[in-house]
């Protein structure tokens, strides 16, 4: 079982930036983002593919936010810009066993393998 876990939530002032990394401890292809605010249902933020050559954005995040993968693949990285009020969530990392260079996917049940979250919070 790969276990993924995220790094780098906190607390900043709307309109700075964060950078949430996740580590996975075994071979994973396609990896996502996730996030999750209070009262709300979970929904899709970013995803990239194994080769890292094909990426996602949720309209709410394009332009903003960044992922990207280091070339062994098994570290993902959100950098996240111009930081608002409702990106105010906690952030889950998934990952998927399913071999495929170029494809990801950006429905939850795609996705085997999930961190803990980490918390963001952004005040204005």
């Not at 995040?61 to 105010?88: H, P």
């Not at 495929?100 to 005040?123: A, R």
Request: hydrophobic share 30%; net charge positive; charged share 15%.
């Amino acid at each position: 079982q790969v276990q993924l876990v995220e790094s780098g939530g906190g607390l900043v002032q709307a309109g700075g930036s964060l950078r949430l990394s996740c580590a996975a401890s075994g071979r994973t292809y396609a990896m996502g983002w996730f996030r999750q605010a209070p009262g709300k249902e979970r929904e899709f933020v970013s995803a990239i593919s194994w080769s890292g050559g094909r990426t996602a954005y949720a309209d709410s995040v394009k332009g903003r936010f960044t992922i990207s993968r280091d070339t062994a693949g098994t570290t993902v990285v959100l950098q996240m810009n111009s930081l608002k009020r409702e990106d105010t969530a906690v952030y889950y990392c998934a990952g998927s066993p399913s071999y495929s260079s170029g494809y990801y996917s950006t429905e939850e049940n795609y996705y085997h393998y999930w961190g803990q979250g980490t918390q963001v919070t952004v005040s204005s």
